[in-house]
């Protein structure tokens, strides 16, 4: 079973790294940012009329050594490909493998493989590339090997059917290998010959994907089709990847257009354009996430009735309403919009913002207040908290969330401080000795049953975010984990989420939105609707048709 604390520092830890520019990871690699900063002017990559071409925003979030390094999906789905994609529905629909199927007991997991996919190169695509990807990761122990970690063995029957057995039952497997980040297969006859790939730099990136490398310039980095792709052919010819390292330059180009689509602009900037010629704008809801998480570990977290105090101490309308986007989080746990029927509707609304409630919970916990409004906790002492900030999200974001909490806990007469963290050794240290911290997450890590089992406290998971340990959520996570019974697993899901309601180690506060706008006179096709968390995704990309065809 993976360890939530390393897989979750892992996921969000790649997840940030990727952002936008979440294709791209072998830029810096191939020479096309090579510290350039450009910001305008003529191409020194060939552009046709169908090229659609995007800006990545960060030259340094671009560094990578190779695929096997950083490579995961849809992250690398332009060049590369999984086994599986999730879709939008948190259902799973093929990629690299066309159909499979699971043991009774979840260990097994049988994968039937396309029969006409070539890489990108010619050579033919077989279950022995994916036996490969599995036992060369792990022999080298590459980066994104820690995917795969559940896997004991991959047995080829014959080319085209793959047998993973796993370490352990693992119902959860499929979701593990397709998203935050999931795993893409490599070539064996090309990395076979890599005899140190920890510091190898790739420089032709042979993938199965619907496009291919074809060449890098500073600043710039171009992918072509790939005419051998068996799947549906994209209807541009290729795609741009040019540098420009702000969003207000990002803004003018797309304006002047020099560029086709800028991600992840500001509410005002949307407004500044909406009466633009030719500039469109879409808004991809819920593409990420932030809780107040609580170390059960320490005072005064530890006590059950502070946890549910503050849980009705969180205006969650008043974050949304200053982020600009977004929406505040009703449930426990999961993200309604994306968990659909895995979230427990009798769950939802638990956590309202009541201060008058919060006030009644604490006293009747003995936690009382002075003549001048200071709580005093069990200890006898005045009730302080020192909110670490650092981890993941925006820094800029955090401070949204404690300008609101301050104010109210102020008025529960508690005084909330902070410190910040630019290491991320120092920030883990101080959340483990600090009652309450700050999280921001890729709503991915929260979409279905598999991703409460981050709550678990098990022989092979000693630990997890929140110091939380409860036998009974424990038992049904290893429940979850050996049935592949989708019913079963709701109903254990939802009597987890009645467990997390009455513990409540973690009180989620909002998710935000990212808006984007683009080029209406280009390319039709950027919105294909919620659940496609990039413009770089590749159904995304392949979806786009040229207004004025090549």
């Not at 092979?460 to 959520?473: G, I, R, V």
Request: charged share 15%; hydrophobic share 35%; net charge negative.
């Amino acid at each position: 079973m993976k360890n939530p604390i390393q897989q979750k520092e892992r996921s969000v830890a790649f997840l940030s790294v990727i952002g936008l520019s979440c294709i791209v990871i072998f830029c810096s690699i191939a020479g096309c940012i090579a510290n350039s900063t450009s910001q305008s002017g003529s191409s020194p990559v060939p552009i046709t009329s169908s090229d659609v071409i995007i800006p990545v925003d960060s030259p340094s979030s671009l560094s990578s050594t190779s695929n096997m390094q950083k490579g995961g999906v849809p992250a690398s789905g332009l060049a590369y490909e999984g086994l599986v994609i999730k879709d939008l529905n948190g259902k799973f629909d093929p990629s690299l493998a066309e159909s499979w199927n699971i043991s009774s007991d979840a260990k097994t997991w049988t994968f039937h493989l396309v029969k006409n996919a070539t890489w990108n190169d010619g050579v033919p695509f077989t279950c022995e590339d994916v036996k490969f990807t599995n036992d060369y990761m792990k022999s080298y122990n590459l980066t994104m090997g820690f995917v795969l970690g559940d896997v004991q063995t991959i047995t080829c029957i014959d080319n085209y059917t793959a047998v993973f057995t796993l370490k352990t039952s693992y119902s959860g497997f499929l979701d593990q290998i397709s998203h935050t980040p999931g795993i893409s297969i490599s070539p064996k006859h090309f990395w076979e010959n890599i005899t140190d790939p920890q510091h190898y730099q790739d420089t032709q990136f042979i993938g199965t994907g619907p496009f291919k490398f074809a060449g890098a310039e500073p600043g710039y980095f171009h992918y072509t089709v790939n005419d051998l792709y068996y799947g549906a052919k994209p209807k541009i010819s290729g795609i741009i990847l040019k540098v420009i390292t702000n969003k207000d330059s990002q803004v003018l180009a797309l304006k002047n257009g020099e560029i086709d689509v800028v991600s992840g602009i500001t509410p005002a900037i949307a407004q500044s354009l909406a009466g633009e010629n030719n500039i469109g704008l879409y808004t991809i809801n819920d593409t990420g996430a932030y809780e107040l998480a609580f170390n059960m570990d320490q005072y005064p977290a530890n006590i059950s009735a502070f946890r549910h105090a503050m849980s009705h101490a969180i205006d969650r309308k008043t974050v949304s309403s200053l982020f600009g986007t977004g929406q505040p989080t009703e449930t426990t746990f999961l993200i309604q919009n994306l968990a659909g029927d895995y979230v427990n509707p009798a769950e939802v609304g638990m956590y309202d913002y009541n201060l008058t409630k919060a006030v009644e919970i604490l006293a009747g916990a003995n936690f009382t207040r002075s003549a001048d409004g200071v709580l005093t906790g069990q200890d006898g002492k005045p009730v302080t908290v020192t909110i670490p900030l650092g981890g993941h999200g925006s820094s800029v974001d955090q401070q949204k969330i404690v300008t609101v909490i301050k104010n109210d806990w102020a008025k529960l007469g508690i005084t909330v401080s902070t410190v910040s963290y630019d290491d991320q050794t120092q920030y883990r240290n101080a959340v483990n000795d600090n009652p309450v911290f700050f999280d921001g997450f890729p709503v991915m890590l929260h979409d279905d049953a598999d991703a409460m089992m981050d709550f678990a406290h098990t022989p092979l998971q000693e630990m997890n975010y929140y110091n939380y340990n409860d036998s009974e959520y424990n038992s049904l996570v290893a429940e979850i984990q050996n049935t592949p019974d989708q019913t079963k697993i709701r109903q254990l899901a939802y009597r987890m989420q009645e467990l997390l309601a009455r513990d409540i180690p973690s009180v989620p506060v909002c998710t935000t939105d990212t808006i984007v706008a683009y080029r209406t006179d280009r390319f039709t096709g950027w919105d294909i609707g919620p659940g496609y968390h990039t413009i770089l995704d590749p159904k995304v990309l392949t979806n786009l048709t040229p207004v004025k065809p090549s």
